[in-house]
């Protein structure tokens, strides 16, 4: 009979004590029941806008450009901003009554972005930061659309871009 002298039992009790002690910390994880909210899906409840809001504007957006896609949207006291990264790979800059300010297509220059896929105000909401999934580098405008810089981060963050304003 061949025994395997590197399973000893002393291993095995490590081994076993270690999944204990793994299992014990992530089973200790149990909210409390003011974390858990129930709803009763069986039941309509009429929510009215002013139970959620205190103010609603529609804003009906220039009809001088096509969004197709609103992947992402940013709202300021005088600014719209619309990403449209599927259909035209644009940023969109509308004033607060909906007028278009600007548009920025990928690839119309050197000092745009190629396949945006986030944007996010910083430096106190007085820029835009717009990621580019494709180059991995990040552009900043100003609220109007003007090109401020670009950010090069060499691929080294591949996709995980975080803004802080």
Known sequence: MMTNSNLSPQKYL???LGLILFCSTVACDNPSSQ???LVDLNT???INYS???DDLKIVQLDNEVLV?????LLITDNRIIV???????SVHFFDSNGNLLKSIAAQDGPEVF????TISLINKNTEVLVTDGMSFNCYVYDLSGNFVRQVQTNGSVK???FATS
Not at 84 to 89: A, H, M, T, V, Y
Not at 114 to 117: C, E, G, I, K, V
Request: a negative charge; glycine letters at 10%.
């Open 44 to 46: 309509e409840k009429l």
């Open 14 to 16: 490590n081994f076993f």
């Open 159 to 161: 996709g995980c871009f």
């Open 83 to 89: 990403l449209d990264g599927r259909i035209s790979n």
């Open 35 to 37: 974390d858990i909210i």
């Open 51 to 53: 139970d959620i809001f």
């Open 68 to 72: 197709g896609d609103c992947d992402d």
């Open 114 to 117: 190629t396949s945006p896929s």
